[in-house]
Every structure is written in structure tokens, then in C-alpha cells.
């Protein structure tokens, strides 16, 4: 038996967001229908909206979410109804050859709903990132679902289904930043703060703090910032140089995901420095670079998704963190909104007014 549920729809290209009646079954082998309880709105929703993700519209969006367990299928073990979850968009498979060596967070067969939900039409959707999660409930894999701690807010616990997640990992899992490092994070997001943050957690000595918007780089001094630099009035290389006593940042994080900023990223990091981009391009952008540079200034050209994280290992050890007062989750969440509110929501970001918007149901 489906539920009538609503949800937010992309309907086509560049199109704004529709508030539509979904059609949710019941969960089949493997899934778990989930009631979700808050949502945050991700620039990777915008990203599908305007079809820079792929073409496969309708879209459901939301991806960023955490709510409870309402069903599961017959089989699912380890989860049951009245859990307390984040979801995540990486379940890994344990079989893979990325799982067998050792290195799950790059796992090649990541496990989604095998059923679609549909428009009440019965035209299926594809949900972002395999979650759909601006929706009332959604339909999962069960092993998109992370149990953490549920003291914890929903609207807090969601910021880890992806960006906080994504920028918190690009800086401790990917770019390995530790005690001492000088980190630089381009584009002060929910992501880029994320990164942040994490630098401050592993110890980083100085943070500095890139963006086109004073007040991302307010949010980013509350964060943990030690310098902040605006790209529109400075040369981000240089400032960043100066900042270093001449060298350049040990680490230096990308969260806009565009050509220019990458750039910056390159020449703003010391010799054997590692770059890492955690923003994501759209497919006509492309990048120029003397392969001279790439050899000479040594190091590592590093990607992250989803901050190379295992979602088993780090959702409850950083909702942990926050609950003892050790990470400002709080910090994130610039204001609470409806399902209706979506494309005032994408505007604000676009206009830089948010670190982000979370939708509560
Ligand atoms: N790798 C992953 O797994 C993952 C996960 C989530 C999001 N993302 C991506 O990360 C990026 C950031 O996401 P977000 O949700 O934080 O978006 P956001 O829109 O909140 O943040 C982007 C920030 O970049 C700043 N910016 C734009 N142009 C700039 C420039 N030229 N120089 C410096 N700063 C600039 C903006 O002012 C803004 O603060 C997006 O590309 C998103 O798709 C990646
Ligand atoms: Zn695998
Ligand atoms: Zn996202």
C-alpha cells in the first residue's frame, strides 16, 4: 500500500520547486520508510534544480536529513521503527573492491530504495542523492540509515546527512589536517564552515577563512577563524602567502567548486601542501593549469565526497562531540522554515544570507 505524502519536486530545468503529493510504498527487502523531521536545504539541491547534477527530472530534493524509522522491510535487521536516524547517501556494500581493500568511503555500489516513489500520477522520481528527503517520508535503503543519539535535535542531527559532514570530513579525513597545520577554506558555506570547524577540532594553529561575503566570514571567525580574507577586495593567493609568513597553507579546502577558486587553491598552498576540492563543478567547467606546476609544487590534488566519511563511524561520534559542547552544530542552522518556503530558501542562499535553512516537518 503507497502513502499519500508531500514533497518538493523539481519538475525540469532551471524550473522553480513545486510542492506535489508523492506516492510512498511500503518498505520492500532492504528498505526503511522513514518520517523525516527536519531537512536542511544543500546547494547540491540548487545544483539539481538547474540540471547541473544530470537530467533525470522530476527530481525529489532534500538530502540532508534526520527523522524516524516508521517501517522496515522483512529482512532488515539492526534497525527498527521509533529509531532515531540521520540519513545518509553513502551505504556502503562491504563487497565491493573499494570495501574488500580496506577503503569503504570509496565504496563503487552504494545501496538506495530499489522502489521509486512517484508523482500521484505514478511518474517516478528520482530522489537527490538517493534520499528525497523534502518529503513528509521517504523511502531508503536501510542502511542509509545512521541511528545516533536522540537527544540530540532533528534539525541539528540532519546538518550531518551532508554538508557539515562533507566539509568537517574534507578537512580530517581527506585533508588529514592535524595539530600545528595552517589551513586555508575557500567559500564559507555550510560546507566551508564545516571545514572550518573540523580544522579547528584537529588542532590547526592558523584558519584562514576565504569568501566573497563578510558575513560568511563572520560565521567562520565564530567558528574557529584566525584570519579571514574577502576575495572581492583582496588577491586570496597573497593574503593567504601573507598570512603563512610567505609559504601558503599546509591544507587548503575548495567549497565553491568552480575553476577560479580551484586556482586559488593551487597557488595558495606551501610546497607538497595538499589541495582538496570538496565543492562540486558543474560538467562544462574545466580547469588549465601548467602540468609544470602540478609536478613542481609536489604535494597532493585530493577530491572528497561526502568528506570521505563512513557515515557508522562519524555521525554518532560528532553528534557526540556536539553534545558536549565541543562542535557548534547550532551555529549551522541560520533559520527553521517550512516545505513551502524551498525557492525563498535557494534565493537566500544565492544571496548569501544563510549558512543554512533547515526545513522542519
Ligand atoms: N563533496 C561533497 O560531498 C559535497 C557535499 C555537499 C555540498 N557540496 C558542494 O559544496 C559546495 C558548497 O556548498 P554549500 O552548501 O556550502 O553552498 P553555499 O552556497 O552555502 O556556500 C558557497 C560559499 O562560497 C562562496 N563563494 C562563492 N563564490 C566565491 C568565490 N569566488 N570566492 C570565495 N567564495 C565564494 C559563497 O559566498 C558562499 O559562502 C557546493 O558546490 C556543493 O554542491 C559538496
Ligand atoms: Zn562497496
Ligand atoms: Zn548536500
Not at 520508510?33 to 536542511?40: E, F, P, S
Not at 581527506?174 to 558555506?189: E, K
Amino acid at each position: 500500500m503507497s502513502q499519500k505524502v508531500r514533497g518538493v519536486v523539481a519538475p525540469g530545468k532551471g524550473a522553480p520547486v513545486r510542492l506535489e503529493t508523492i506516492l510512498v510504498g511500503d518498505p520492500g527487502p532492504g528498505e526503511a520508510l522513514v518520517r523525516v523531521q527536519a531537512c536542511g536545504v544543500c546547494h547540491t539541491d540548487l545544483h539539481y534544480r538547474q540540471g547541473g547534477i544530470n537530467d533525470e527530472f522530476p527530481f525529489l530534493l532534500g538530502h540532508e536529513a534526520a527523522g524516524v524509522v516508521e517501517a522496515v522491510g522483512p529482512d532488515v535487521r539492526d534497525l527498527e521503527p521509533g529509531d532515531f536516524v540521520i540519513l545518509n547517501w553513502r551505504a556502503v556494500c562491504g563487497r565491493c573492491r573499494a570495501c574488500r581493500r580496506g577503503r569503504p568511503w570509496y565504496c563503487f555500489d552504494t545501496h538506495n530504495a530499489a522502489q521509486k516513489m512517484t508523482l500521484a500520477d505514478g511518474t517516478p522520481l528520482s530522489p537527490a542523492l538517493g534520499i528525497g528527503a523534502f518529503a513528509e517520508k521517504t523511502l531508503v535503503a536501510a542502511g542509509q540509515c545512521t541511528k545516533v543519539d536522540p537527544t540530540a535535535s532533528a534539525a541539528v542531527a540532519g546538518l550531518l546527512g551532508c554538508g557539515v559532514m562533507a566539509g568537517f570530513g574534507a578537512a580530517l579525513n581527506t585533508g588529514n589536517v592535524s595539530r600545528g597545520d595552517s589551513v586555508a577554506v575557500i567559500g564559507c558555506g555550510g560546507v566551508g564552515n564545516a571545514a572550518v570547524a573540523g580544522a579547528r577540532l584537529a588542532g590547526a594553529a592558523k584558519i584562514i577563512a576565504v569568501d566573497i561575503d563578510d558575513r560568511k566570514l563572520t560565521w567562520a571567525r565564530g567558528l574557529g577563524a584566525t584570519h579571514t580574507i574577502n576575495a572581492r577586495r583582496h588577491d586570496v593567493v597573497e593574503a593567504v602567502r601573507e598570512a603563512t609568513g610567505g609559504f601558503g597553507a599546509d591544507v587548503v579546502i575548495e567549497a565553491v567548486g568552480r575553476p577560479e577558486t580551484y586556482e586559488q587553491a593551487f597557488y595558495s598552498r606551501d610546497l607538497a601542501g595538499t589541495v582538496v576540492l570538496v565543492g562540486v563543478p558543474t560538467p562544462d567547467m574545466r580547469l588549465d593549469l601548467p602540468l609544470l606546476d602540478v609536478f613542481g609544487r609536489g604535494g597532493a590534488l585530493k577530491s572528497s565526497w561526502y568528506g570521505d566519511c563512513l557515515p557508522e563511524r562519524d555521525f554518532p561520534m560528532l553528534i557526540d562531540l556536539y553534545l558536549q559542547g565541543r562542535l557548534d552544530l547550532d551555529a549551522f542552522v541560520s533559520e527553521t522554515i517550512t516545505l513551502d518556503g524551498i525557492e525563498e530558501a535557494f534565493a537566500r542562499m544565492e544571496r548569501g544570507e544563510v549558512l543554512r535553512s533547515v526545513v522542519l516537518l
